[in-house]
C-alpha cells in the first residue's frame, strides 16, 4: 500500500502494510475526539475506504506476510465498507474470501480489452485476462458486488471495435456489475516510451491517437457497446463524458455505499436531472475537504488548464452548453 504513485514499480518496492496502522485510524474514527484529519472525517461519515487504486493489495508476498488478512478482519469488526481494486487472480482464494463474504464490499477487477496474448505483453507478469474475467464470474456468483475496469484504452493497441464489442460480451458472461473506462495518461513519459518501445510499440503515435478529438469517438464506442448489452458504464474522464454515466461514481458502486457528493460529476448529474448546477448547490453540500472545495471553486468558472464549466467567465451556473 504505497502513499505515493508509482516511480516503476519492481519487487524491491513492496512494503507490507501495518495492521496496528489501521487499528489506530479505526480507534479515531470511534472516537468522539475532535478531528482535523479528512480521512478520519471520511469514515466517521460512512464513506467507504479505496485500497488498491495505486498498490496491489493482494500480492505474492501476502502469502508468505500474511498481512491482508489481518487488516480485513479490522475493517469487518469496525464495520467500515471497503472497495478493492486489484490485477490479480489471488483475491479468489480461500483464505481472503473467507473474510469478504462477511464484509460490507465491492471488488473492482482491472481488465483491459484484448487477447490474452496482447495483454500479457502489455502487462508480463500480471495474471491473463481470460483468468481475470473468469475471478469476476465467480466473485459474482459468491454474491459478492464485483465490477471491472478497462484503463487505459490506447489507441493503436486496444481500441479496435471488435475489441469493444468482446468486452462487453465478457461483462454480460461473467455478471460484471459495472465497467469503468478512461485512456491512457502518465505523469512518467520518458518512462514510458521506454518500455512501450521495448515492446515494438509506437508510443508517440498512441499518444497523438488518446487527443481529445481522437478519444472522444473511441470512448462513445466502447461505451455505447457496453450500453447495447445492458451493461452499466461509467468514466472518470467527465470532461469528454460529461452526461450519460450511468453511475455518479467512476466505480459504479452506486446505491452500495454512502456517496461523496462534493464532485464534479455529481455536478454533471445535476445538470441532468435538473437542466442546470450552480455553485450555490454545490455549497449546500456541508461534507466537503476544504483544500477540495477551494481547488473545484477555483477550476468552476474556468480558472484551471483543463477544463471550463461555464459559458461566461463570471457565471456561477453551468448548463453544459461549453467545454474547453
Known amino acids: 500500500m504505497f502513499t505515493k504513485y508509482y516511480t516503476g514499480w519492481h519487487r524491491d518496492l513492496v512494503r507490507p502494510a501495518s495492521p496496528e496502522d489501521f487499528k489506530k485510524l479505526f480507534d479515531k474514527m470511534h472516537s468522539d475526539k475532535p478531528t482535523k484529519n479528512w480521512e478520519v472525517k471520511c469514515l466517521r461519515e460512512g464513506l467507504p475506504f479505496n485500497m488498491g487504486s495505486k498498490a496491489e493489495t493482494f500480492c505474492l508476498e501476502d502469502l508468505n506476510d500474511s498481512v491482508v488478512i489481518p487488516i480485513l478482519e479490522l475493517f469487518r469488526e469496525a464495520g467500515v465498507p471497503l472497495i478493492l481494486e486489484t490485477k490479480t487472480h489471488y483475491v479468489g482464494l480461500e483464505r481472503y474470501m473467507d473474510v ?42 459468491r454474491g459478492i458486488w464485483t465490477g471491472v475496469r478497462w484503463e487505459p484504452v490506447m489507441a493503436t493497441i486496444n481500441d479496435k471495435q471488435a475489441m469493444f ?66 451493461v452499466k458504464v461509467s468514466s472518470p474522464d467527465f470532461v469528454n463524458f460529461p452526461f450519460g454515466n450511468a453511475c455518479e461514481s467512476c466505480c459504479g458502486v452506486d446505491g452500495l455505499f454512502k456517496p461523496y457528493q462534493f464532485t464534479f460529476q455529481h455536478a454533471c448529474k445535476r ?16 461534507f466537503r475537504e476544504p483544500k477540495a472545495y477551494e481547488r473545484m471553486k477555483e477550476h468552476w468558472n474556468g480558472g484551471g488548464q483543463y477544463y471550463y464549466w461555464t459559458t461566461a467567465p463570471r457565471s456561477r451556473c453551468w448548463t453544459g452548453t461549453s467545454r474547453a
Open 100 to 141: 469478504l463474504k462477511d464484509l460490507d464490499c465491492a471488488v473492482i477487477v482491472a481488465i483491459m480489452g484484448g487477447s490474452d496474448t496482447l495483454n500479457y505483453k502489455l502487462e508480463p507478469g500480471v495474471p491473463m485476462a481470460s483468468a481475470r474475467w473468469y475471478l469476476v464470474e465467480q466473485l459474482n456468483k
Open 165 to 230: 464489442e468482446q468486452y462487453a460480451e465478457m461483462c454480460v458472461r461473467t455478471g460484471a456489475k459495472h465497467a469503468s473506462i478512461f485512456n491512457y495518461r502518465t505523469s512518467l513519459p520518458r518512462r514510458g516510451q521506454e518500455e512501450f518501445e521495448k515492446r515494438g510499440i509506437n508510443y508517440i503515435r498512441m499518444l497523438e491517437g488518446n487527443l481529445d478529438e481522437k478519444w472522444r469517438p473511441k470512448g462513445q464506442a466502447l461505451i455505447q457497446a457496453l450500453k447495447d448489452r445492458g
Open 271 to 286: 445538470i441532468e436531472e435538473e437542466g442546470s448546477v450552480c455553485w450555490d448547490d454545490m455549497e449546500e453540500i456541508t
